[in-house]
């Protein structure tokens, strides 16, 4: 089946330190990767794709991930993380299902950046 | 830049009443996702619309019922209401289903409906 895991629960940083959020995923075929961030009570906000071309994408906020074909993962990355990135992410794969497409969700990870 | 609106916001209702969440998508956007939230959890997938026509089911119970319509927004009808359909309910749209489609899906800010 395909699908995506984020195998931590939590992820504690302190501030100006980098961060990674870790993302697996399982389909067959060419992965569509995105990354998303929900705050409190908010709707899920897009930070960034991989559709094809550079393994390191870069998105909104300063946050980039790398696509690794051969560990089949999707890691979200900041160089230098800030309090306010503090949030819930998920990792979602899009892919094709009985000639439409299907976006499944990874079951969160939530970011804590302390001060 | 116009963004995927839901409405209501919030909503209360009893059980064995009925709900009905709506969904404009962002314009020129074809393709509606619903999801579920609870709390402490990933959004699960309920249904989506393609075109006006469903595309996918996810684990969206008997009881809920979903369409698109001619202009593109969509409502999800949610009968005989349990205490545990008490949860955050979103909607995301996005532009094309083909293999060439791309993008990302879009987010409405969700309804929280909490059932008592």
């Known amino acids: 089946a395909q699908s995506v895991a984020q195998p931590e629960d939590q992820v504690n940083v302190a501030e100006g330190n980098p961060l990674t959020v870790k993302c697996t995923y399982s389909?067959?075929?060419?992965?569509?990767l995105f990354w998303y961030v929900q705050y409190p009570n908010r709707g899920l906000q897009f930070l960034l794709k991989?559709?094809?071309?550079?393994?390191l994408v870069k998105g909104s906020y300063g946050f980039e991930a790398e696509f690794n074909k051969s560990q089949t993962s999707f890691h979200l990355k900041k160089p230098s993380a800030l309090v306010s990135d503090s949030a819930l992410y998920f990792c979602a794969v899009r892919y094709m299902n009985t000639g439409f497409q299907k976006l499944v969700f990874g079951t969160g990870t939530r970011l804590l950046v302390s001060p | 830049a116009a963004g995927v609106i839901q409405s209501p916001r919030h909503l209360i209702k009893e059980k064995r009443e009925t709900a009905t969440l709506k969904c404009y998508p962002i314009p020129r956007h074809d393709t509606v996702y619903w999801y579920q939230q609870g709390p402490g959890q990933d959004p699960q997938f309920l249904i989506s619309f393609y075109e006006k026509m469903q595309s996918d089911k996810g684990s969206i119970p008997d009881r809920f019922s979903a369409q698109q319509f001619s202009d593109y927004h969509s409502e999800l009808n949610m009968s005989s209401l349990e205490l545990g359909d008490s949860a955050l309910y979103f909607c995301a749209s996005s532009l094309g289903l083909g293999e060439g489609a791309n993008t990302e899906a879009f987010f409405g800010q969700g309804t929280r409906l909490t059932v008592v």
């Open positions: 991989y559709i094809t071309g550079d393994n």
């Open positions: 389909v067959s075929g060419n992965p569509y």
